[in-house]
């Protein structure tokens, strides 16, 4: 079975500073990873996502993820945080193969001080 | 990218009516979409999958005759919330698989939110 854990349900940055979302995964096939971002009040829009090949998934914003097979983990990244990135972001790993249905973590808040 | 769209955004009924919300691609055709449900501060919890043409499958503890699955184009999905309850208030998102399982990518809609007083 397929379940995403990510760590801290709020995640408070500077502007300019390194933004680090942590989500690990369990799956007992190859997984296929995903990051979602929502702002308040709508749906959800991808950042990326991890299927096969490359490791580093770069994806919107500025935002990049790593799959590291051995931490089973998808730490979602980006090297200076802007405002706009003040949103809930959501790890989701795919049940049952790619483009099926999504688990998903529990969402972290992140929030952006100037 | 492919576009989703729900409707409608905003809804709010009394106790005890139904309620339907659309789900539609408006750029490409989705034999399967996937319902979730999504509780204030909450992640979201998937509720069932559309099938087009055929019965929605539920996840285990979402009542069936309660939320209504209809999937009955390529495009459209509707979920009917029946006889509602505060107790259904929600923030209800929809997602679209573009192309078959296993190759395909799932666009989300903007989320229909469901107040019953």
Redesign the interface.
């Known amino acids: 079975a397929q379940s995403v854990t990510q760590l801290g349900s709020h995640v408070s940055v500077s502007e300019g500073a390194l933004v680090l979302l942590r989500c690990n995964y369990s799956s007992s096939v190859p997984p296929y990873l995903f990051w979602y971002v929502q702002y308040p009040n709508q749906g959800l829009q991808l950042l990326l996502k991890y299927t096969t090949g490359a490791t580093l998934v770069k994806g919107i914003n500025g935002f990049e993820a790593e799959f590291k097979k051995s931490e089973t983990s998808f730490h979602l990244t980006k090297p200076s945080a802007h405002m706009s990135d003040a949103a809930e972001y959501f790890c989701a790993v795919a049940k049952g193969g790619y483009g099926n249905k999504l688990v998903f973590g529990a969402g972290t808040i992140l929030r952006v001080k100037s | ?1 492919a576009v ?1 769209s ?1 409707h409608p955004s905003r809804v709010i009924c009394k106790s005890g009516t139904s309620v339907k919300i659309e789900c539609r691609s408006l750029d490409f055709q989705a034999t399967t979409m ?1 319902w979730y449900r999504q509780f204030p501060k ?5 509720m069932a ?1 559309s099938n087009e043409g055929s019965k929605a499958t539920y996840e285990q503890g979402v009542e069936k005759d309660k939320f209504l699955i209809n999937h009955a184009s390529l495009t459209l999905s509707t979920l009917t919330v029946t006889s509602a309850h505060p107790e259904d208030s929600s ?1 209800y ?1 929809c ?1 679209a ?1 573009a ?13 229909s ?1 469901l107040t019953v007083l």
Do not use: C, D, N, P
Request: proline share 0%; aromatic share 14%.
């Open positions: 990218g989703v729900q996937f909450q992640s979201l919890m998937l999958t923030f998102i997602s698989r192309g078959g399982r296993g190759t395909g990518e799932l666009f989300f809609g903007e989320g939110r």
